[in-house]
């Protein structure tokens, strides 16, 4: 077999070997694709549901604050609620927008990064808690109020509730300084990694990993 003749079956084969390579890449693509379009709609479905939950609660906390704005630490415990509400509310519109923006034409790894960007969003709602922590007297203040017309303030002690505003406004600039570190930037720190594992489960946490893998390579 001459020269010629060798190069010319070693380029057919190359070029045979590429559509087999490039056949397969499509199907594997299509496959995670697949699999990604399924996770999507159904993280959609329960973000839809939070959206619609929030906005529920966001009317009637409005109509709360109104119906008792004569009454000044109940409409203020109700304004503190309806504020955590709509960050919560926003950041579910927020994810529901994101999802809307996957173009499954990009590459895998960009997919896959907005994915994890919507799955970490427990931690949204995780420091939405221990931002609430501090007026936490606001939850049970309204409750009882709005279900059971019982209103508890009066019978509480002026001393311990001026006390116990001073300290938990003390308490808010370390709080801020604790939730500011609770970030996927921040996992190489022992304590944010434990911290966020603990209070988000597994699944966030794996994806806040990937995320600052990604950042990592991406620098």
Request: proline share 2%; hydrophobic share 50%.
């Given at each position: ?27 594997l ?9 399924k ?30 704005w ?54 949204l ?55 500011s ?6 996992l ?32």
């Amino acid at each position: 077999m001459e020269t010629n003749e060798l190069k010319e079956l070693f380029a057919a084969y190359d070029a045979k070997l590429d559509r087999v390579l490039q056949l397969n890449e499509r199907s594997l693509k299509k496959i995670k694709l697949d699999k990604i379009r399924k996770q999507t709609r159904w993280i959609s479905v329960l973000r839809s549901i939070e959206v619609v939950s929030f906005s529920i609660l966001a009317v009637i906390l409005g109509s709360y604050i109104a119906d008792n704005w004569a009454v000044t630490h109940l409409a203020v415990s109700g304004i503190i609620l309806h504020v955590f509400t709509l960050i919560a509310l926003v950041g579910s519109i927020g994810q529901l927008v994101l999802l809307q923006q996957i173009d499954y034409a990009k590459p895998i790894v960009e997919i896959r990064k907005k994915i994890e960007l919507i799955n970490s969003h427990a931690l949204l709602f995780l420091k939405l808690v221990f931002l609430s922590a501090p007026v936490w007297w606001a939850y049970p203040l309204v409750a009882l109020n709005y279900f059971f017309n019982i209103d508890i303030y009066p019978n509480m002690d002026s001393d311990f509730v001026i006390k116990y505003v001073v300290v938990n406004a003390l308490l808010i600039f370390p709080l801020v300084w604790f939730l500011s570190k609770l970030s996927y930037k921040n996992l190489h720190i022992k304590w944010v990694r434990k911290t966020i594992g603990f209070f988000t489960g597994t699944k966030t946490k794996k994806s806040l990993e990937f995320l600052n893998e990604i950042e990592e390579f991406e620098k």
